[in-house]
């Protein structure tokens, strides 16, 4: 394959296709029409000679080599943005510690690529991360202990309590091993899912959250498993002992032993999982601080 034959524009328009499930939904992101989107990703299809999606009948599903593929584009449009990105300070004489605290869940699958980024950028500045549940995050930030927190910020209640930003707005898709009954099924809707055993993740308040929204179509998930790891759900879906349902970030193709897991958009509206920075709503914090905030929102295009 000839590097000169992918631009940006098409990873770009691939990831937006990822991320949002839809090549409409990514043409309205993007500000283009559907076929700009879909003529990107027929092209990446013939360059790479894999299948990128599977074609539903409501959206898009990236297939494993598109997964492989979605992680890698994503890092070339990351290092792409950072190496343009003008900050407000001047790097080299930025000194100081920040104060971060971060939950279970974004410490786990967003900060430690972010902070590595941002390290590459601001060396001289150090992070002294703290691991936090939402409540904790919460006071701290208002007693200003911490300069910063990240956390599902869909989980907190009366967010105008805090200056906040959302980062990452996570679509939230079943989780299925390829030769279960469920993977057969396009888009399946609550009402399929609940005739299976399903896997509950606990952590980062993620029952909770999940309830309610189930709660919403008035019918009960059948729960056969409750943990607060995500790859012990990993695995047990890749054996076929259950199914889950769970947002974009946190998906792999592949458990810990290999076996693949395949995602499916669900039929009914699932709220997607948000995820951002909260800093003390006054306003107020140091320079090296803001250099973190302003990195973390820009990263996302905030």
Known sequence: ?????????????????????????????????????????????????????????????????????????????DSVRDATHKPRFRAPQLRGTVRMAASYTVLGYLLPDLLA???????????????????????????????????????????????????????????????????????????????????????DEAEESTLAYWKSRRIKPNIAFRTMSIEAVRGLVAHGFGVTVLSDMVFRPWSLEGKRIEARPILDLVPPMEVGAVWHPDGKMNTHAEALQQFLLHAYGQ
């Open 117 to 203: 980024r941002f390290r590459a950028s601001y060396p001289e500045v150090k992070i002294d991360l703290r691991d936090m549940d939402r409540p904790s995050i919460e006071q701290a930030v208002l007693n200003k202990e911490v300069d910063l927190g990240v956390a599902i910020l869909s989980n907190i209640r009366r967010p105008e309590r805090f200056g906040h930003a959302v980062m990452v707005r996570s679509r939230r898709q079943l989780w299925v091993a390829p030769d279960h009954a469920l993977a057969k099924i396009p888009s399946p809707s609550f009402k399929d899912i609940a005739q299976h055993p399903y896997i509950m993740v606990t952590a």
């Open 1 to 77: 394959m000839s590097i000169n034959n992918v631009t940006l524009r098409q990873l770009r328009y691939f990831v937006s296709a990822a991320r949002n499930g839809q090549f409409s939904m990514a043409a309205s992101s993007e500000n283009v029409s559907q076929s700009a989107i879909t003529n990107a990703v027929l092209a990446l299809e013939k360059e790479l000679g894999v299948r990128l999606f599977y074609r539903l009948s409501q959206g898009v599903s990236l297939t494993p080599e598109g997964q492989d593929f979605f992680l890698q584009a994503c890092h070339i449009l």
